[in-house]
């Protein structure tokens, strides 16, 4: 049962353009969302993350964008780099909970 | 970078076979984890730890034991491998259960 769905496994875009990434999760209850970043041979590394008691949150470049009637969030990133070129996962918790569910990932390349 | 190392970053093991993976951690956080990433599935939970001797069962925890006897050290026990446990497993560490910070990963290859 996937809680957590990223249903691009990969996304292309041109360098300085805006990369949108989508995650959709299934379970209401989640109430804390998080973006990770992994490059190869690497673990993964926290990139940002939004409440449900918000609908937005910006950090630099990158902001996530919460649904929570659709069930989904975005990562936007403005302007896209080639050093942004990576696996971003999508990952959902309850709050205080140990058992946090990912997306299986989406490759982000951005083209020089 | 969170202070996380895991051992050993490779290992080819045969099938049936007990193999044990290290994750150590100089940050002194009280949650541990270890995760299994599968091509389809993201990463997925195997088991966790909330302080010494505490430890949980995550989503996917047949087939795994683990074990925390000191703050810094997270162990994970395949007690007889299967081709099926061929995987890259990260262990992650957390001062709060939100952001994790991860490890590099330790690849296995089961044959």
């Known amino acids: 049962d996937q809680q957590v769905k990223q249903n691009s496994p990969s996304l292309s875009v041109q360098e300085g353009r805006i990369s949108i990434l989508n995650c959709d999760y299934t379970n209401s209850m989640f109430d804390y969302f998080l973006w990770y970043k992994k490059y190869p041979a690497e673990g993964p590394t926290f990139l940002i993350s939004?409440?449900?008691?918000?609908d937005k949150n910006e950090d630099g470049r990158f902001t996530v964008f919460l649904n929570k009637s659709a069930k989904h969030l975005s990562l936007h990133i403005v302007p896209s780099q080639p050093g942004d070129s990576a696996v971003y996962f999508c990952a959902a918790t309850l709050y205080n909970n140990n058992d946090m569910r990912f997306g299986a990932g989406t490759r982000l390349t951005v083209k020089p | 970078d969170a202070g996380i190392t895991q051992s050993p970053r490779h290992k080819v093991t045969e099938t049936g076979t007990p193999v044990t993976l290290r994750c150590h951690q100089t940050?002194?956080?009280?949650?541990m984890y270890w995760y299994r990433q599968d091509p389809g599935h993201g990463l997925r939970l195997i088991h966790y730890?909330?302080?010494?001797?505490?430890?949980d069962k995550g989503e996917v925890s047949d087939g795994y034991s683990v074990s925390r006897s000191k703050t810094e050290d997270f162990l994970l026990t395949l007690e007889s491998a299967t081709s099926s446990q061929t995987s890259v497993y990260f262990c992650?560490?957390?001062?709060?259960?939100?952001?994790?910070?991860f490890g590099q990963g330790t690849r296995l290859t089961v044959v």
């Open positions: 992650a560490i957390s001062p709060d259960r939100i952001e994790a910070f």
């Open positions: 940050e002194n956080h009280r949650y």
């Open positions: 730890s909330y302080g010494v001797k505490d430890t």
């Open positions: 939004i409440s449900s008691i918000k």
